[in-house]
């Protein structure tokens, strides 16, 4: 009776099994959409976690993430700026021609995101002038502190181009100014200033969407034939690749025409400028120069 049975089971039979299996089917199915829609969540806010949480949880004992304080990178850095830096002269009468010419004397230094990076205490500290730009004021707060009292800095309030209101930190040496505020505002006085620009992982911080409009302010503040020294991450691991930020970059992605291509030449491959303490990553370093106009 019971062979009879799985042989040829019964219409009522044939109901409840499909049933019992639809059940289970769908349940399973949408435990899997929860748990896929959680992990999508979960994944994208911690992608994109607010730059000023993230400095919270850093600054609170949290994950370093990819911060590098060594002194050592600050100066390979400032070293690979100088010894690229050319400056624009006009030549005599009898040739009308610009040329380049190497120029080691105080700079006007442009650090992008620059978060806390002792990067620009250093360059101060070698004589170059320094501006940083940076939305999250607790990183700005930390790097004050790098230069001593907090009574060297005056702070002055006022309202960018889009009329929100950003701040700016001057040092009493007149020497180092931090902006307060978004990197993507247009700040007319900034405008042709700097004769070069030290941008440490913030390209590769930026999402793929926010890059040409980077890319085209970073192009109006730096002067002409201007040099910027660029770090970015370099991931072993191809399957990595598309995760970030920081996110994996090589040259193709730095000279894209919708990045730096459209307003700069490409001068040198540093290859790996300092070691990390990430696996299989590497820190890697770019030399760009602003195209001259003609």
Not at 60 to 81: C, E, F, T
Not at 138 to 152: C, I, K
Request: aromatic letters at 10%; one cysteine or more.
């Amino acid at each position: 009776m019971i062979l009879d049975i799985l042989v040829i089971p019964d219409t009522i039979t044939i109901t409840l099994l499909f049933v019992i299996c639809s059940i289970q089917y769908v349940s399973s199915f949408s435990t899997n959409i929860r748990v896929n829609n959680f992990n999508r969540r979960y994944q994208h806010t911690s992608i994109n976690m607010a730059w000023s949480d993230t400095w919270a949880d850093i600054l609170n004992g949290g994950s370093p993430r990819w911060k590098v304080d060594d002194l050592n990178s600050k100066k390979i850095a400032l070293d690979y700026i100088l010894q690229h830096h050319t400056t624009t002269t006009t030549a005599t009468d009898d040739d009308d021609q610009q040329k380049g010419e190497s120029n080691t004397s105080s700079l006007r230094i442009l650090c992008p995101l620059a978060g806390d990076d002792p990067f620009i205490h250093y360059a101060y500290s070698q004589g170059h002038e320094v501006t940083a730009i940076d939305i999250v004021p607790e990183a700005l707060e930390v790097m004050r502190l790098q230069f001593g009292n907090a009574s060297d800095w005056s702070v002055v309030e006022t309202n960018d181009s889009s009329n929100k209101e950003e701040k700016q930190w001057k040092h009493t040496s007149g020497k180092v100014i931090l902006y307060e505020g978004d990197i993507l505002t247009k700040r007319s006085e900034l405008l042709n200033s700097f004769d070069a620009i030290y941008d440490k992982d913030s390209f590769g911080a930026l999402n793929l969407d926010m890059r040409s409009a980077y890319c085209k302010r970073l192009s109006e503040y730096i002067k002409p034939n201007g040099t910027i020294y660029i770090e970015v991450k370099y991931k072993e691991n191809e399957w990595q690749r598309p995760n970030g930020p920081p996110y994996h970059v090589e040259k193709e992605d730095i000279m894209n025409e919708d990045s730096f291509g459209n307003c700069f030449e490409y001068v040198k491959s540093l290859g790996e400028v300092y070691p990390l303490n990430i696996p299989n990553m590497k820190q890697t370093g770019h030399i760009l120069r602003r195209v001259l106009k003609r």
